[in-house]
């Protein structure tokens, strides 16, 4: 089962962070995720750019607004990504808490639903109608 490991980090806390200290808890965090990979429990990981860097869109009545940074003024931002392979929830938890960011922010896990069930299901009822595919 996948799961995705939300890494949320409070900017401050990390801009009052010493640079070495930065560096070896990056340095940890970096040689647990390619253990982490190599023993087939992580399936992707990725850092973001600054929220500032970000743009959020939404549509309503057909027309498009556009605003910079994230959707939501909070004391923690997104900061990056890890994709796991985990048997529950409890192994999911157990693999996040390797990665040192709840220290500085919050992780959260959440399960990453099937889309491909998804797909199956909403086409399921409509016969006369043709999946699109790309």
Known sequence: MKFLVLVYSDTQLLGEMPVPEFNSQMRDCLSKADRMRANGALIESQMLEDASTAKSIRIRNGRMVTTDGPFAET???????????????????????????????CLEVRPVRDIEGVRQRVWADSADETPVTR
């Open 75 to 105: 004391k923690e931002v997104l900061g990056g990504f890890n994709l796991i392979e985990a048997r529950d929830m409890d192994e999911a938890l157990e693999i996040a808490k390797e990665f040192p960011w709840s220290s500085s922010g």
